[in-house]
């Protein structure tokens, strides 16, 4: 995905009227799907860096690595708001400490 920002990226030409370089990027995306191969959901942050792209592969809450996978993105006071939300609502599921997202709605 990242290749594919970049080349995209590089077609950029018509700039707003008194601008001679693209403003720096500030956007993040996250792409996911399921894997056949792999037999399993697998998601990414792109963040834009500087004028470039940078893949990221999530996040994990607790020991498992595979267990807690998420990815949060937004302004860093949402983030830390849905952190101790998701936290709240996997409490009252029981499913804190033990447990993992399973796909369900909460």
């Not at 792409?31 to 959901?41: A, L, V």
């Not at 697998?42 to 809450?61: M, N, T, Y």
């Not at 267990?67 to 029981?94: C, H, M, N, P, T």
């Amino acid at each position: 995905m990242t290749r594919i920002f970049h080349h995209m990226h590089k077609f950029v030409h018509t700039l707003p009227h008194g601008e001679r370089v693209p403003s720096p990027l500030d956007v993040d995306f996250i792409f996911g799907g399921y894997s056949w191969r792999e037999k399993d959901f697998r998601f990414w942050k792109l963040r834009a860096i500087g004028q470039g792209f940078l893949s990221k592969p999530p996040d994990h809450w607790g020991k498992e690595p595979d267990q807690w996978r998420i990815q949060f993105v937004g302004d860093e006071d949402a983030i830390k708001y849905a952190k101790l939300r998701l936290a709240s609502l996997l409490k009252d599921k029981s499913k804190l400490p033990e447990g993992g997202f399973d796909m369900e709605t909460l």
